[in-house]
């Protein structure tokens, strides 16, 4: 596979949607992993793209599933690890995008930090 910067934020966003949505143990998923685990990479080295990408998969698909995984995946990894950088996004966007609050809310504590908890419980209502 070619680098990151070679794949367009869609691409992965859109990889990632279809690896969630294909049965598990499948070839099909198996084939996908690679979106998972770039976007997994992209958390620790780029995580303004590993942000603009959670807006793609938002973006292209809202469903419950999607939701659902977003929340307890990547929003959750990225208040884990980089919370103080993107609380504020994080609220900003929770106040502009009813969806964005509704996946806010499915995210479970984890190792998110205390201060960062609070505001996540706050802007979820």
Do not use: C
């Amino acid at each position: 596979m070619t680098s990151s910067q070679n794949i367009e934020n869609r691409s992965i966003a859109q990889a990632w949607i279809d690896m969630h949505r294909a049965e598990r143990s499948s070839p099909q998923r198996e084939a996908l992993s690679w979106a998972y685990d770039l976007l997994e990479r992209l958390r620790d080295s780029d995580t303004e793209r590993y942000w603009l990408i959670l807006g793609d998969i938002l973006s292209i698909d809202h469903s419950d599933e999607a939701i659902a995984n977003l929340a307890a995946g990547p929003l959750e990894d990225l208040l884990v690890y980089h919370g103080e950088a993107f609380i504020d996004r994080v609220e900003k966007s929770s106040r502009e995008d009813i969806v964005f609050k509704r996946m806010l809310g499915m995210v479970w504590r984890n190792d998110i930090p205390e201060p960062i908890w609070l505001r996540v419980q706050r802007a979820s209502g």
